[in-house]
């Protein structure tokens, strides 16, 4: 099983972005977990040639079995994010795709607001969407040394989002029933 990791930041240390690497260590040994980091090269959606940076998440999107997506606490989405998905959704890519969603906010609303947009703009497209709120402050430690969470409770929880990501194969779309 191969998972495309995509964190809604353009900044390299952010909490989600260590949220994800840090998710992606939670993975079962035998899936392939490969980052896609060009959110701030992404272009808005328009029809005709399909740009350098958007050729490329399609394309890593496309053969992949499942994306695992961290999104910040904000309720709206980061523009870039919206784009990507734009792209994503205009060549199918995220029709009956899997997708991992994990926001975290110091305040339950924030996640939730952000993951509200997300599966909203996810649903649209097709895709199979599950995930969680982490209600957790990115101003507290919450990584050692070597990336990897450090609560027990945060661990479990990403877990949680992992173990119904990984399963893929045995799951079916929202839609397939219409």
């Given at each position: 099983m191969k998972i495309i990791g995509i964190a809604a930041s353009?900044?390299?240390?952010?909490?989600?972005?260590?949220?994800?690497?840090?998710?992606?260590?939670?993975?079962?040994?035998?899936?392939?977990?490969?980052?896609?980091?060009?959110?701030g090269d992404i272009p808005p959606y328009q029809p005709g040639t399909v740009p350098g940076p958007a050729r490329e998440l399609v394309s890593m999107v496309a053969g992949s079995d499942a994306i695992l997506l961290?999104?910040?606490?904000?309720?709206?989405?980061?523009?870039?994010?919206t784009h990507a998905l734009d792209w994503m959704s205009a060549r199918d890519g995220l029709s009956g795709k899997h997708v991992g969603v994990m926001s975290a906010s110091a305040r339950a609303c924030g996640a939730?607001?952000?993951?509200?947009?997300?599966?909203?703009?996810?649903l649209g497209a097709g895709a199979v969407v599950m995930g969680a709120e982490l209600v957790i402050s990115p101003a507290c430690p919450h990584f050692d040394e070597d990336g990897h969470l450090t609560s027990a409770d945060l661990?479990?929880?990403?877990?949680?989002?992992?173990?119904?990501?990984?399963?893929?194969?045995?799951?079916e779309p929202v839609l397939s029933a219409l």
């Open positions: 353009l900044h390299a240390g952010s909490f989600i972005t260590r949220l994800l690497d840090a998710a992606g260590g939670e993975l079962p040994e035998n899936v392939c977990f490969e980052v896609w980091q060009g959110l961290t999104a910040p606490e904000h309720s709206l989405l980061p523009m870039e994010l939730m607001w952000a993951q509200a947009e997300l599966y909203k703009q996810l661990r479990d929880q990403v877990r949680r989002v992992i173990r119904q990501l990984c399963p893929a194969e045995v799951m």
